[in-house]
């Protein structure tokens, strides 16, 4: 089973259902129906596994172009505004930003919008806290 890392605790991973954004993996890509593992800072000695997730949709989205508003929409759709607010940005400005410095992408890169059924949640023991 493979890990889907959270850096932040967002208000998101409370929710039965939420979507997150990832790039395509080179390896093997995030497929619909597949269990995953939802873990807060993988890499870290502090890790915390939140709970099992089977994801439920996979859709193909896209950065925004500046031809965008003058051409109309091309496939696959760009991510919106309030979708970037949703996934914990500020902006859709901002979340362009930082996929631009993470990961190197730029207009019209392509990518990976999850949406995530919690399967089963971990509660931390008294003791573990």
């Known amino acids: 089973m493979r890990i889907l890392g959270f850096s932040q605790k967002w208000p998101k991973l409370d929710e039965a259902t939420f979507t997150t954004f990832r790039v395509k993996r080179r390896d ?33 989205r896209r950065l925004r172009t ?28 901002a979340m362009a930003a930082w996929l631009h ?11 990976n919008k999850l949406t995530l059924l919690y399967h089963a949640r971990y509660i931390k023991a008294s003791a573990d806290v």
């Open 28 to 60: 093997k890509d995030w497929q619909q129906s597949e269990l995953v593992q939802i873990v807060y800072k993988p890499r870290s000695k502090d890790r915390e596994i939140l709970g099992l997730a089977v994801i439920i949709s996979k859709d193909m």
């Open 66 to 93: 500046p031809f965008d508003d003058l051409h109309g929409a091309f496939e696959p759709s760009p991510i919106t505004r309030a979708e970037a607010i949703a996934d914990g940005f500020p902006s859709y400005k």
């Open 101 to 111: 410095k993470v990961h190197g992408l730029g207009p019209n890169a392509h990518i």
